[in-house]
């Protein structure tokens, strides 16, 4: 739950810093510029806040400008011990596998608001140290639902979080 408010806390700062003429720049996920990735995240926050209350998936809405305060719900529904317990009746995934799932989305997209609108961003260690394991294991299967793309190669020696953007097929060099 700490890596989760963190790197919620951090991505939230990003998004509210956002500039409306930020909107139509291209991001490092290809299928998003600012404004979708935004909204993406909105989506996110509120799915994962019916995920952690063992309820249905949620369908994406249009852009609404209120990620921050998705987001806190989101953070309150798992900050409930049973949040953690079992599986998603929705997804039949363990509810820690949706939990890192969604640290993984805030790292990740985080980073991909901060290098399209030139903010600076440092993810939390633990975090990504967290994420990047739990993708290790998940990564065929986010490739098979679409969710990562092709690996970018980066060195092996490279810090944790430039291996964690290539194996889900993010370039960590990206720039506008």
């Known amino acids: 739950m ?20 930020q909107f139509g720049l291209a991001t490092p996920c290809a299928k998003f510029d600012v404004k979708d990735l935004i909204n993406h995240l909105e989506w996110v926050a509120e799915m994962f806040e019916s995920l952690g209350r063992k309820g249905p998936s ?10 921050p ?14 949040a953690w317990e079992g599986t998603s009746p929705d ?53 098979r639902r679409g969710v990562f793309g092709a690996p970018v190669a980066v060195p092996d020696d490279a810090p944790q979080f430039d291996r964690l953007l290539g194996i889900i097929g993010r370039d960590p060099v990206w720039t506008v």
């Open 2 to 21: 700490p890596l989760m408010t963190r790197a919620t806390e951090r991505t939230g700062r990003l998004v509210r810093a956002v500039r409306q003429e």
């Open 91 to 143: 997804r039949g995934l363990p509810m820690t596998a949706l939990a890192h799932m969604y640290l993984v989305d805030m790292v990740v997209h985080g980073w991909d608001l901060a290098r399209a609108t030139g903010q600076e961003y440092e993810p939390d260690l633990d975090a990504v140290s967290r994420a990047l394991h739990f993708t290790e294991q998940m990564v065929e299967m986010g490739r």
């Open 58 to 67: 949620v369908e994406q809405g249009p852009y609404a400008g209120d990620f």
């Open 69 to 82: 305060k998705r987001a806190e719900g989101t953070l309150a529904a798992w900050s409930r011990p049973e």
